[in-house]
């Protein structure tokens, strides 16, 4: 059974950082390209960054240059760091992977991010 789950969101003042984590378990982690999103209300969600098996990262242009993806596969996590927030940064953000045709998501966790 695949699960995800994230953790390290919270409440931040604009310019602040946050680091996001993502456990992952039910799969051989490294075979996997993991992503993460994000969904503010009444928004759709939306992709923010990209981490594939071969090394290759890949970032929403809304984000470039102050998050940073990383994985590391011995603990089977994936991590954001998020730098320079701004308020347009807030919404629940959820990490995910492609498992046998099927998407699975995480629960998702909580950034808000006051001005």
């Known amino acids: 059974q695949v699960q995800l789950v994230e953790s390290g969101g919270g409440l931040v003042q604009a310019g602040g950082s946050l680091r996001l984590s993502c456990a992952a378990s039910g799969i051989i982690f490294s075979n996997y390209d993991m992503g993460w999103y994000r969904q503010a209300p009444g928004k759709q969600r939306e992709l923010v960054a990209t981490?594939?098996?071969?090394?290759?990262?890949n970032y929403a242009f809304f984000v470039k240059g102050r998050f940073t993806i990383s994985r590391d596969n011995a603990k089977n996590t994936v991590v954001l760091q998020m730098d320079s927030l701004k308020p347009e940064d807030t919404a629940v953000y959820l990490c995910?992977?492609?498992?046998?045709?099927?998407?699975?998501w995480g629960q998702g966790t909580q950034v808000t991010v006051s001005s």
């Open positions: 981490f594939t098996t071969s090394g290759t990262t």
């Open positions: 995910s992977t492609l498992y046998r045709g099927y998407n699975y």
